[in-house]
């Protein structure tokens, strides 16, 4: 847990840093895929340790190691336990707290994590679409760094449960 605690913290410090970088018209478009990419490649990687912590932590079997899941799988596998995952974190009392009125994974934090499955395809699959132009580069390159601080932020990566 603490490994993973300082990996969320790592790439919080580091969306900021790139988020306030953006805001240079001095960075080149190269720097600004780069964001992109090193961003969301980290969070998947987070996200998959992090289901691999809840899993392990509360006993819900895994059907496939979550390292070969692609992102939109690990997104479902959330949705489909995500009551599951609730009911374990709110035996403690942190979690009854902290979860009283919402599940582990929100619906917003559901759309929020399809927002990003999206970007981050266009990023690494249909990049002529994702980076058109200069500002579409950056204004993808805003919206999927933003939407990660905003998963980030979610109960699901507080690990205090």
């Known amino acids: 847990m603490p490994c993973i605690a ?3 913290a790592q790439l919080e410090s580091d969306i900021a840093r790139r988020l306030a970088d953006l805001q240079s018209e001095e960075v080149k478009p ?3 895929i780069g964001f992109a990419s090193t961003s969301v490649d980290a969070f998947e990687v987070l996200l998959r ?5 809840y899993a392990d932590t509360y006993g819900i079997k895994l059907d496939q190691d979550p390292s070969s899941c692609t992102l939109g799988q690990l997104v ?3 949705q489909q336990h995500n009551q ?3 009911s374990c974190a709110r035996k403690s009392s942190a979690g009854l707290e902290r979860l009283a009125n919402r599940r582990l994974v929100s619906p917003a934090d559901i759309e929020c994590l399809n927002a990003i499955t999206k970007l981050r395809n266009r990023l690494h699959h249909h990049i002529d679409d994702f980076a058109r132009d200069d500002v579409a580069r950056r204004r993808n390159t805003k919206d999927l ?3 990660i601080e905003e ?3 979610s109960p699901f990566f507080e690990l205090t449960f």
């Open 49 to 53: 340790e992090t289901i691999a912590f």
């Open 84 to 86: 599951q995952l609730t």
């Open 30 to 32: 190269s720097h600004v």
């Open 6 to 8: 300082n990996k969320v």
């Open 76 to 78: 479902e596998w959330l």
């Open 151 to 153: 998963m980030l932020d």
């Open 145 to 147: 760094l933003g939407r």
